[in-house]
């Protein structure tokens, strides 16, 4: 079956950005903004009593950056860079976390002289540099969480650490003076499997417990990270089933009055909103009997679909064409054989596709536009446009 376009987006959005994109180069993302509007508002609605952080990385275009500004939200900040785009929107530090458990020394401090104050942490180290370079400031200790195998784009392995060692760095970070404020975990990007909140936040009540008997540490934050899904191929519940449940581990973990809970949506929010518009440059069969076409876009890899690595990230194309479809493989221009986006996955495109056909990646509004190479093969990078 080829895609229903209405299962990803409305007929008069897509009509709206085929309209706009019509006399304009190929390649290039649509971003529209009201569907950013809604998903945040959704969001919002699901978890009443969260504040929000938004994940810059997801799409860090300055557009986005001062919609989400005047929507009042705050925002979860990886690197110096994205700090200095955040702050120079006019956005109050304290507004901003520094998300990011690998950093330099001179970073810290860079973050502390612009006022930040809020700093996650998983390691020793890290704390002692936080300790000097940022002195008095809250931190968070991420902790591991399982469910790599049920989230499409696993983060986890890279960061955080064990319940036992994150009391323990809980307990340090208060002896050198900053405040020990929270545990996060992030249970891994587009988490189809709502029970990975459970078992973490399982983990955070035992540490939360141990720390206030044992110590008479009171944590006061959860922050349960991002992982909430956009709308791809490979079905996920909707936003509403999430925060049910969540809400429900929440309770029965923590009682009525939750911990302040801290969400750092970036997926979720971006995914949904980017249409990026691409055109075939090629089709073409490897022999007289072979079975499956190539379809060569003049989108790949490395203009910003690197989470088809692994075909890890499954878009749905649409192309507005009709009748029968066929099995194909979909590659990229560059002169790289690891740009071959599906082909364990087979894509059921028309038959009747040809040469400078126009494609549709929907839901590609998050880690794309950035993730795209600044001159592989001299392709330029992918532009953006919002609308
Ligand atoms: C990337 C990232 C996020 C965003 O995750 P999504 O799954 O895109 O919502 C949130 N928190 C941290 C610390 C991250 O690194």
Redesign the pocket.
């Known amino acids: 079956m080829p895609i229903q376009l209405e299962e990803y987006m409305s007929r008069e959005t897509f009509e709206r950005i085929r309209t706009f994109s019509d006399d304009k180069e190929t390649p290039f993302l649509v971003i529209d903004t009201a569907t950013i509007i809604d998903r945040l508002e959704k969001l919002i609605t699901a978890f009443p009593y969260a504040s929000i952080y938004y ?1 810059v ?2 799409n860090p275009a300055i557009e986005i950056l001062t919609m989400l500004r005047d929507k009042n939200v705050n925002f ?1 900040i ?1 690197s110096v860079y994205e700090l200095d785009r955040v702050l120079s929107l006019g956005i109050s530090p304290d507004k901003i976390s520094y ?2 458990t690998i950093k330099k020394s001179k970073d810290v401090r860079y973050f502390y002289q612009k006022g930040v104050r809020m700093f ?1 942490t998983d390691s020793e180290a890290d704390i002692r540099n936080i300790a000097r370079a940022a002195p008095g400031s809250k931190i968070y200790v991420r902790i591991l969480s399982e469910g790599t195998l049920t989230a499409d ?1 696993p ?1 986890s392995r890279k ?1 955080g650490c064990q319940a036992d060692m994150a009391m323990d760095l809980i307990i340090l970070a208060k002896d050198l003076g900053l405040i020990p404020y929270g545990i ?1 975990f ?1 249970v891994g ?3 189809r499997d709502i029970g990975a909140w459970d078992a973490a936040i399982g983990k955070v009540k035992v540490i939360f417990e141990r720390l206030q008997e044992e110590d008479g540490i009171e944590l006061k934050m959860i922050n349960l ?4 899904p956009a709308n791809y191929i490979t079905k996920a519940n909707d936003l509403s089933t999430y925060a049910q449940e969540i809400t429900r581990f929440l309770k029965e973990g923590f009682g009525e009055n939750l911990p302040q809970i801290i969400l ?5 929010i971006m995914g949904d909103a980017g249409v990026l518009v691409s055109e075939v440059v090629l089709i073409s069969r490897k022999s007289r009997t072979a079975l499956n076409r190539w379809i060569y876009t003049d989108v790949g890899k490395f203009s910003g679909l690197i989470e088809t690595l692994g075909e890890a990230i499954k878009y749905p194309l649409f192309t507005g064409k009709k009748g029968e479809v066929e099995e194909v493989i979909i590659a990229g221009p560059t002169c790289d054989s690891a740009d071959i986006l599906y082909e364990d996955y087979k894509y059921k495109l028309p038959l009747n596709l040809a040469i400078s056909d126009r494609i549709y990646w929907l839901s590609t509004g ?2 794309t536009n950035t993730y795209s190479a600044i001159e592989f093969n001299g392709f330029p990078p992918l532009k953006s446009y919002f609308i």
Not at 264 to 268: C, F, K, T, V, Y
């Open positions: 994940a990385k997801a979860d990886a998300g990011n996650a784009w983060l960061f996060s992030h990007s587009q988490q990270g991002g992982g909430f750092e949506p970036g997926r979720s998050a880690y």
